[in-house]
């Protein structure tokens, strides 16, 4: 599962980086490049990555 967090907002969990790349503009942490199919990061920006099935502070 993976999530961006900016210096002021946290994305929602995504099941696969794409789907996560592909939202992150709501929250500004980076923008698609559909033509070339790269994800552009913004300075700040941190990408938070987890194993397994649920997230890190949810109860399973």
């Known amino acids: 599962m993976f999530r961006f967090i900016t210096p002021h907002r946290t ?3 995504y ?3 794409t ?4 939202q992150a503009m709501a929250i500004g ?3 698609y490049e559909p ?3 790269q994800f552009i990061q913004y300075p700040g920006t941190t990408l938070e990555q987890c194993d397994g099935n649920t997230p890190p502070g949810h109860a399973a």
Do not use: E, H, I, N
Request: proline share 6%; net charge positive.
């Open 35 to 37: 033509r070339s199919g």
């Open 11 to 13: 994305g929602k969990w």
């Open 15 to 17: 099941p696969d980086l």
């Open 19 to 22: 789907t996560a790349q592909r």
């Open 29 to 31: 942490a980076g923008f």
